[in-house]
């Protein structure tokens, strides 16, 4: 892995499930970690969907390899969401992870992302 490529900085962020004070479940996101990435954009479309145009993109995240990292897990990049579809590790060595992403909303969108991580 070339770590000068991995010139990103993204937070890694995790779900976390708490009952409020009506005993209702409170789903909200706990920073977990801030890496260096490479943050490489593969594919985007733009697609309707009930009367609305929408826009998909799909991105490339390689980082090292992070003991961790779960599927359910998200990354934040600057004012950007992204949700992880898959992950792999190219060379079953554990020293890179690409994480395959889909980006699903800004921090503006869903009010529920805290502060945005820098983009060194």
């Known amino acids: 892995m070339n770590i000068g490529r991995l010139?990103?900085?993204?937070?890694?962020?995790?779900?976390?499930?708490i009952r409020n004070e009506e005993?209702?479940?409170?789903?909200?996101?706990?920073?977990?970690?801030t890496v260096w990435a490479a943050v490489e954009p593969l594919?985007?479309?733009e697609?309707?969907?009930?009367a609305a145009v929408n826009a998909?993109?799909?991105?490339?995240?390689?980082m090292?390899?992070?003991?961790g990292i779960t599927p359910d897990m998200r990354l934040l990049y600057g004012m950007r969401i992204?949700?992880?579809?898959?992950?792999?590790?190219?060379?079953?060595?554990?020293?890179?992870?690409?994480l395959m992403c889909k980006e699903v909303a800004s921090h503006g969108d869903d009010g529920s992302?805290?502060?945005a991580a820098t983009t060194g």
Request: hydrophobic fraction near 30%; glycine fraction near 4%; aromatic fraction near 10%.
């Open 7 to 17: 010139r990103h900085r993204v937070m890694l962020q995790s779900r976390t499930t």
């Open 23 to 33: 005993g209702f479940e409170d789903e909200s996101w706990t920073d977990v970690a």
């Open 43 to 45: 594919r985007g479309r």
């Open 47 to 50: 697609y309707f969907a009930a």
């Open 56 to 62: 998909e993109n799909t991105v490339r995240i390689r």
């Open 64 to 67: 090292r390899y992070r003991l």
């Open 82 to 98: 992204f949700e992880i579809q898959s992950m792999i590790d190219p060379d079953e060595r554990h020293r890179e992870l690409h």
């Open 113 to 115: 992302a805290g502060d």
